[in-house]
């Protein structure tokens, strides 16, 4: 099993800027994939950020040159900085791992319970 517990959402002025953290633990093998995910009222959920385990970002368009994905080592933890926010951020992000356990083997998805991001004046 594996939990993830993530930290850092809360209420922002637009061109503010906000941190989150995303710390994965259990009987964890090896994690192929670190990301993040959001959803706002009434939309589909949509990928924001995520990296890879050699080092590899994926960006949605509307977060790219704001939006930065840190790298994961050894204590299993990512950190998205989210700088110039806009109004259209607000949503719950939701982190989220592909990992492989020690048993049984082979990847499998794991999600945050999210945290809620408000951008307003």
């Known amino acids: 099993q594996v939990q993830l517990v993530e930290s850092g959402g809360g209420l922002v002025q637009p061109g503010g800027s906000l941190r989150l953290s995303c710390a994965a633990s259990?009987?964890?093998?090896?994690?192929?994939?670190m990301g993040w995910y959001r959803q706002a009222p009434g939309k589909q959920r949509e990928l924001v950020a995520a990296?890879?385990?050699?080092?590899?970002?994926n960006y949605a368009d509307s977060v790219k040159g704001r939006f930065t994905i840190s790298n994961y080592n050894a204590k299993n933890m990512v950190y998205l900085e989210m700088n110039r926010l806009k109004p259209e951020d607000t949503a719950v992000y939701y982190c989220?791992?592909?990992?492989?356990?020690?048993?049984?083997?082979?990847?499998?998805?794991?999600w945050g319970k999210g945290t809620l991001v408000t951008v307003s004046s």
């Open positions: 989220k791992v592909v990992a492989e356990l020690y048993y049984p083997r082979g990847n499998m998805d794991y």
């Open positions: 990296v890879t385990s050699g080092g590899s970002t």
């Open positions: 259990g009987s964890i093998r090896s994690i192929n994939t």
